[in-house]
């Protein structure tokens, strides 16, 4: 699993991070070949330009030229002109398809793994940062696989086609050319190192930046009521002027490459073009194969001009894969065994024998110490206790989302390190405290809980938890947008969106974290009976912060220090005294006089 340290280290902008890519590129054959066929097409019409003009210039400048004689040479050079346009036009289309599939692709193989990984990964790791990562990483591979690489491609052939052409026309000139290509490659060498590591702090800033926007804009409500508007924007500007600072430090030296190498080709051009002349002067060279050169030289200078521009494009989306690929290898440590037991018949029995659990992040603190605690099908089990008891840590735990250091869970009958984690988690279902409600519809939030359930089965799990008629109320009913995180909902109605997707789910055993302290007293009724009829029939272990859950409750469960230290009917408890007893009258008994 990857820890912290890793994200933030340097991974490497070797060329082999690109390998990654080609596993995406090889899918699409066909597209690769059209894309390079074209690609050498344009390569190659660009290269034959310089000809053209030398046939012009030789057959068609001359004093008492008959104008039909010299029409084909014209025609010639047009011909070349339209072959290169339609090649690049092709070329074009087929890599910029090539690079939205590939990144489309990777994007998806990404997220799909990502969704496979165990809660402790985001613990670990933030998700605002991972999701940085995905957006902005993926976004320079895009540029590179849809434009950089052609651009590389394309000038490569052109360069060494430059190169053969201008040969083929004088090789005096040519070696003048060549001395100074070593003086071009010296910068590239030199200064790209320090391009690659200024380019990888630059994508750090920048996923630093798109975790802060995620951070603030999640609890805006939070900043908003503490007025703390001023002081974020002072904290997002900060890292935006960091951002900016580094991708600066990156574009000066790239800049100061880029005049350096255009300095050296084109002055190099000039002197060529001055030694030419005075072999034009004096006979050994046409004013066309002059003028054929010069445009060969500066076709073939501009190509290795423009590689040195991609260079750094390059070493960014090198880098970019590094990281993908980090992503990529993280395994989880919840998996299915090779060969998982098939779970038997649902019947919703739950047992936990001597479990002893730690949070990776708090490796000394345990939550659960020697927990054992066994569950009847169709039995109600009421766990209390202060906070940081470990109550949350067992419905992690029951759901698998960590396996403890040392203890057995079972789920009828079969050990969950046995079982494939989906087969689980299919037979339970889960209230959270804090509702979660996507950015979705009504309708699709309920249907998260069975997507292959029909309307009038949401429709009937809407009516068991009492949310029907505050659907039918929505201005477009069950299909009405809810907003980011249910914002459109209230509190209560966001409850009861929930009960009725756990209704839905229609799984054997329930986990229930009660969360209604903060609602007025109709929601907490209307959410009451829902509930009620949710538990009805069905194995259930729910966090009490209510009286009428504590009664209701087949038995109670005492936490705290991540021991059991009590169980029992609420009359039992309450008559022994101790902690339940101090619990009941601070959490449930106040301002309840009936308890009394």
Do not use: C
Request: aromatic share 8%; charged share 20%; no cysteine.
């Amino acid at each position: 699993m990857a820890s912290p340290s890793q994200f933030d280290a340097l991974p490497s902008r070797k060329f082999s991070n690109l390998g990654l890519l080609w596993q995406f590129l090889r899918q699409y054959p066909t597209q690769l070949v059209a894309a390079v066929l074209a690609l050498m097409v344009a390569a190659g019409a660009t290269i034959a330009i310089p000809q053209g003009f030398k046939l012009i210039v030789d057959n068609g400048f001359k004093a008492g030229s008959d104008p039909a004689a010299i029409a084909p040479y014209f025609w010639t050079l047009l011909g070349i002109v339209v072959v290169m346009g339609a090649a690049t036009a092709v070329r074009f289309y087929f890599v910029s398809w090539i690079g939205e599939r590939v990144v489309a692709d990777l994007r998806r193989a990404v997220h799909r793994h990502l969704l496979s990984l165990d809660p402790a990964f985001f613990e670990e790791n933030r998700p605002s940062e991972i999701a940085s990562r995905l957006t902005s990483d993926t976004a320079v591979i895009e540029q590179v696989v849809s434009s950089s690489a052609s651009i590389a491609l394309r000038n490569f052939f052109m360069g060494i086609g430059g190169l053969i052409y201008m040969a083929v026309q004088s090789i005096k000139l040519t070696g003048s050319m060549l001395l100074v290509i070593p003086m071009t490659i010296l910068p590239i060498v030199l200064l790209g190192r320090r391009v690659r590591t200024m380019s990888r702090t630059s994508q750090d800033r920048i996923a630093n930046v798109g975790s802060i926007v995620a951070e603030t804009l999640g609890a805006i409500k939070v900043v908003q009521a503490f007025t703390q508007e001023p002081r974020e924007a002072a904290r997002f500007g900060a890292a935006v002027e960091d951002a900016f600072a580094a991708a600066k430090r990156r574009i000066t030296v790239r800049a100061g490459m880029t005049a350096m190498v255009i300095t050296l080709i084109f002055g190099a051009i000039t002197l060529v073009l001055w030694e030419g002349a005075l072999d034009v002067v004096s006979g050994k060279m046409t004013g066309g194969t002059i003028t054929a050169f010069v445009l060969a030289a500066a076709i073939t200078a501009g190509a290795f001009g423009a590689l040195t521009e991609v260079y750094g494009d390059v070493m960014r989306a090198a880098g970019a894969s590094g990281r993908i690929q980090e992503l990529l290898a993280a395994t989880p440590d919840i998996r299915a065994p090779a060969e998982p037991t098939r779970l038997p018949p649902a019947e919703g029995r739950l047992s936990l024998e001597r479990v002893t659990f730690q949070y990776p992040t708090k490796p000394d603190a345990p939550s659960l110490v020697d927990f054992s605690l066994d569950v009847a099908p169709g039995e109600t089990v009421a766990v209390v206790g202060p906070s940081g008891a470990g109550k949350s840590t067992l419905f992690a735990l029951v759901q698998r989302f960590y396996d403890p250091q040392s203890g057995v869970i079972r789920v009828d009958g079969v050990a969950l390190t046995d079982a494939d984690p989906r087969d689980v988690r299919g037979r339970i279902a889960v209230v959270p405290q804090e509702t979660v409600v996507f950015a979705a519809t009504a309708y699709e939030n309920i249907l998260y809980g069975r997507p292959e359930a029909t309307r009038e089965e949401v429709w009937a799990a809407a009516e068991t938890a009492n949310a029907a008629d505050f659907l039918r109320e929505l201005p477009q009913g069950i299909d009405t947008f809810l907003g980011e995180a249910g914002s459109r909902l209230s509190g209560g109605q966001r409850q009861r969106l929930a009960i009725a997707r756990a209704v839905l789910r229609d799984a054997p055993i329930l986990l229930l974290d009660e969360a209604t302290s903060s609602l007025d007293a109709e929601s907490e009724q209307l959410v009451q009976r829902a509930l009620d009829r949710l538990m009805a029939g069905r194995t259930t272990l729910v966090i009490a912060h209510r009286f009428s859950t504590v009664r209701g409750a087949d038995r109670i469960v005492v936490l705290d220090g991540g021991r059991i230290v009590a169980q029992g009917t609420h009359d039992q408890l309450y008559a022994q005294g101790g902690l339940y007893a101090r619990l009941a009258r601070l959490q449930f008994e106040e301002g309840r006089p009936e308890v009394a």
